[in-house]
């Protein structure tokens, strides 16, 4: 094997990685760290102008592109073109919730097949224009248009890439020119129950307040008594303060029923707080169940 072979092909096998990022700051320095494994270059592609971002991704040893256009494959494609090598590889991720950091290894490893364009759209469901049209029609390469599907990731040559930036939004990929070898896919949905509401998207106080309904829990079963009674034996003594008549038998009363009011708001919230400490406790102890 000559020299000249050896150098020709580390300069064809050079790779470059855009990740397209929307305010991703926490992930995206160990992105850049997990496309460097696999990348000569990595670039991100700065959709939303975050500062935190941008300077995480520098630190990471990232160069970063600003874009404030449209996001289609056309126009983002216009974009690489000017930084992109002519004989680098460039994958394109769109770092979102439905890619995971452990999907880098397959995406480049499906941009090595040797196309000049590879592109993976997102699952049907995912794709509102697609699912409320073509529900069922199987993917092929007339199936999506770039204004009406959402790209995960995507890999081109700069044939590719060039081929590509040529297009307009409305165009398909099956309308590249036939000398483009080119190859989409649709990407299954993630393995596992579909998702259903559950309390992880409440706030925390209807979590815990969830939490202490469920578990008859004391600051519940006494607390919220305690206050009411609390409340209702310092409103009647405030209006037997204000009460400017004659103090009779009925005011003695209103006396009487404001100070028991309040004592047992008192004892019910004193009742509460030590249940609670206590349970606490008892939580915090070691099962010490005899051994036979």
Known sequence: MTESFIGTRHKRDSMRIVLVVREQALRIASAVVRAHDFADRVTI???AGDVETAKLGRTAGAEVIEHDGPTDAPSIAKTLISTSEESERTVIISLDSEWKLSDMARTVGLS?????VFIAFKHRTMNPGIAEHRPDTPIDSDTYTYEDAVIQFAYCSMTGLKAVSEQSTISSPAELDGSIDLRIVELDLPA???????LASASRFAQFFYWMLESKHPL?????PGVVFFWVGFEMATELINFQGPHDSVSIGVALAAFAATLVGVFSLT????????????????NRASLK
Not at 112 to 116: E, F, I, P, V
Not at 192 to 198: A, M
Not at 220 to 224: M, Q, S, T
Not at 271 to 286: A, D, E, H
């Open 45 to 47: 592609l700065n959709l």
């Open 112 to 116: 090595r097949q040797g196309h000049d």
């Open 192 to 198: 596992g129950p579909p998702r259903r509401e559950s």
């Open 220 to 224: 519940i079963l006494f607390g919220v």
């Open 271 to 286: 009742t509460s707080l030590i249940l609670y400490v206590l349970g606490k406790q008892v939580n915090r102890m070691p």
